[in-house]
């Protein structure tokens, strides 16, 4: 046998970080399919490991409990959602920062349907006084209003948004109103979500528009 024909035989062995990185995407995958189809009542350990390959062991033993395992799902899939917002806005600020906020929420709909829904299930599920994982939930939101205050505050700094903008209240209504989105469409999926979004972005630039300020002297009599 020659030595090209044995290197095709070689099997490569990964490295733990990379076997443990692939069960945990695994791991996640089989936990999003298992919450859209079954609920949380119905994604136990032991399913989400027979979905994914592993044992129920190896689910336990790396996440500690369900719940530590559905704050690793909503906190995963929020980093995917994060990371697309971040790249997406890239240098800009103010209403054109906002408005790519939107068409980034559309991608990830129309992309990762199934992983919003499930991030969004475990959210609303957080209300809840008895969801462990609802400090994660709590800590993705801040993060965001965060973002959305500093890219506004940027605007006003820049000239391209009111001066007088209260930046705290508008990033909380722009959360409230995302939320409430795609809540809706989650419930009713016919929804025109594009339709929707595209409504959205443009009142965001008409809200967050500096207007001129009126000629005092206009219409006085000379």
């Given at each position: 046998m020659s030595a090209s024909a044995k290197s095709v035989r070689v099997r490569v062995r990964r490295t733990q970080v990379e076997r443990t990185a692939m069960s945990d995407r695994l791991l996640t995958e089989a936990a999003v399919v298992l919450l859209i189809s079954k609920g949380i009542s119905g994604t136990t350990l032991a399913a989400i490991g027979?979905?994914?390959?592993?044992?129920?062991g190896l689910v336990t033993h790396r996440f500690g409990s369900k719940a530590g395992l559905l704050a690793h799902v909503h906190d995963t899939?929020?980093?995917?959602w994060i990371e697309r917002v971040q790249m997406e806005v890239g240098e800009a600020i103010g209403a054109a920062a906002l408005e790519r906020v939107v068409k980034a929420l559309y991608g990830f709909v129309a992309e990762a349907p199934d992983e919003i829904r499930a991030m969004y299930l475990l959210r609303y599920a957080s209300i809840d006084a008895a969801a462990e994982y609802r400090a994660n939930v709590a800590k993705v939101h801040m993060a965001q209003r965060r973002d959305l205050q500093r890219w506004i505050e940027a605007g006003k700094k820049g000239g391209n948004v009111p001066a007088d903008l209260d930046s705290a209240v508008a990033a909380e209504l722009f959360c409230a109103t995302v939320d409430g989105l795609v809540y809706?469409?989650?419930?009713t999926p016919t929804l025109p979500i594009e339709a929707l979004h595209e409504r959205l972005a443009l009142s965001i630039e008409e809200s967050l528009r500096v207007r001129p300020i009126a000629r005092r002297n206009r219409g006085r009599a000379t």
């Amino acid at each position: 046998m020659s030595a090209s024909a044995k290197s095709v035989r070689v099997r490569v062995r990964r490295t733990q970080v990379e076997r443990t990185a692939m069960s945990d995407r695994l791991l996640t995958e089989a936990a999003v399919v298992l919450l859209i189809s079954k609920g949380i009542s119905g994604t136990t350990l032991a399913a989400i490991g027979s979905r994914a390959g592993y044992s129920r062991g190896l689910v336990t033993h790396r996440f500690g409990s369900k719940a530590g395992l559905l704050a690793h799902v909503h906190d995963t899939v929020a980093r995917h959602w994060i990371e697309r917002v971040q790249m997406e806005v890239g240098e800009a600020i103010g209403a054109a920062a906002l408005e790519r906020v939107v068409k980034a929420l559309y991608g990830f709909v129309a992309e990762a349907p199934d992983e919003i829904r499930a991030m969004y299930l475990l959210r609303y599920a957080s209300i809840d006084a008895a969801a462990e994982y609802r400090a994660n939930v709590a800590k993705v939101h801040m993060a965001q209003r965060r973002d959305l205050q500093r890219w506004i505050e940027a605007g006003k700094k820049g000239g391209n948004v009111p001066a007088d903008l209260d930046s705290a209240v508008a990033a909380e209504l722009f959360c409230a109103t995302v939320d409430g989105l795609v809540y809706r469409w989650l419930v009713t999926p016919t929804l025109p979500i594009e339709a929707l979004h595209e409504r959205l972005a443009l009142s965001i630039e008409e809200s967050l528009r500096v207007r001129p300020i009126a000629r005092r002297n206009r219409g006085r009599a000379t």
